[in-house]
C-alpha cells in the first residue's frame, strides 16, 4: 500500500491569486495523477505527473492554469493559478501500486471568494 | 472511452438493513475494478480492489463482486451500520493507462 500526505487540507484564497498544493508518497512511484471534484460531482483527472518529463493533460486542462511539479518519485505539486469561484472543489493526489490498486490522499477543499 | 454509471443515486436504509449498491462500465477490458468510500468533504478510502480474474472480493461486511462480461459490478453491505453513511464509489481503469474513471457515486445514509 502507499501513503499520501497532502497539504494544506483546506484553504480559502482570494480570487485572482494561486495556490499550491503538496502530494508526498511514502515510497517511490512512477505516476501520480491529480483530480478534481467539483462540488456534487464525481472524480476528474486533471493530469498524470510524470518524473523527468512534463506532465500530461486532460483535455479541458492546461498547464496555464494548473501548472505540475515532480521534482522526484516521491513528491509532486499541483498549482491552480488565477483563481477564480469556479476553482473551488476538492483536489486530490493519487497514486498506483504495483498491483495496479489506486490510493488517495486525503485531498485539497479550495474555496475561493 | 470507459464510462461508469452507479445506481442508485442515493440510498437511505434503516441500521440492520442488507443493501447492494451497483456499477455498470462499458470497457469490459479491465485488469481491475476498485470501490471506495468518501466522507462528505473528505478524501478517498479504498475499500476493495478487485482483479479481472477474480469475481468477487470480500473485507468484513463488504463483499464486491466483479463480471466483466456483462460490465457490472455490485458492492454488498451486509448488516448496515449508521457509521456506513457515505458516498461510495466505483473506479474502472482508463483504457491503457493506471488513473480510473469513476462514477457519480451511491450516497448511503444509514438510519438509526
Known amino acids: 500500500s502507499a501513503v499520501i500526505s497532502q497539504k494544506p487540507s483546506r484553504d480559502i484564497c482570494q480570487r485572482g491569486t494561486s495556490l499550491t498544493i503538496q502530494c508526498q508518497v511514502d515510497?517511490?512511484?512512477?505516476?501520480m495523477f491529480w483530480y478534481r471534484q467539483q462540488p456534487g460531482q464525481s472524480l476528474t483527472l486533471i493530469a498524470t505527473a510524470n518524473q523527468g518529463s512534463e506532465a500530461t493533460y486532460e483535455s479541458g486542462f492546461v498547464i496555464d492554469k494548473f501548472p505540475i511539479s515532480r521534482p522526484n518519485l516521491t513528491f509532486s505539486t499541483l498549482t491552480v493559478s488565477n483563481m477564480s469561484p469556479e476553482d473551488s472543489s476538492i483536489y486530490l493526489c493519487?497514486?498506483?501500486?504495483?498491483?495496479?490498486?489506486?490510493?488517495f490522499g486525503q485531498g485539497t477543499r479550495l474555496t475561493v471568494v | 472511452k470507459q464510462e461508469v454509471t452507479q445506481i442508485p443515486a442515493a440510498l437511505s436504509v434503516p441500521e440492520g438493513e442488507n443493501l447492494v449498491l451497483n456499477c455498470s462500465f462499458t470497457?469490459?477490458?479491465?485488469?481491475?475494478l476498485q470501490w471506495f468510500r468518501q466522507d462528505p468533504g473528505k478524501g478517498l478510502t479504498s475499500l476493495l480492489l478487485?482483479?479481472?480474474?477474480?469475481r468477487e472480493q470480500t473485507s468484513g461486511r463488504l463483499n464486491a463482486s466483479l463480471d466483466k462480461s456483462s460490465g457490472r459490478s455490485t458492492l454488498y453491505i451486509a448488516a448496515s451500520q449508521p457509521g456506513d453513511s457515505a458516498t461510495y464509489l466505483c473506479a474502472a481503469p482508463r483504457e491503457g493507462g493506471q488513473n480510473f474513471v469513476f462514477g457519480p457515486g451511491t450516497r448511503l445514509s444509514v438510519l438509526p
Open positions: 478487485i482483479q479481472s480474474s477474480q
Open positions: 470497457d469490459s477490458a479491465i485488469y481491475n
Open positions: 515510497s517511490q512511484v512512477t505516476m
Open positions: 493519487s497514486v498506483a501500486s504495483g498491483s495496479t490498486e489506486a490510493f
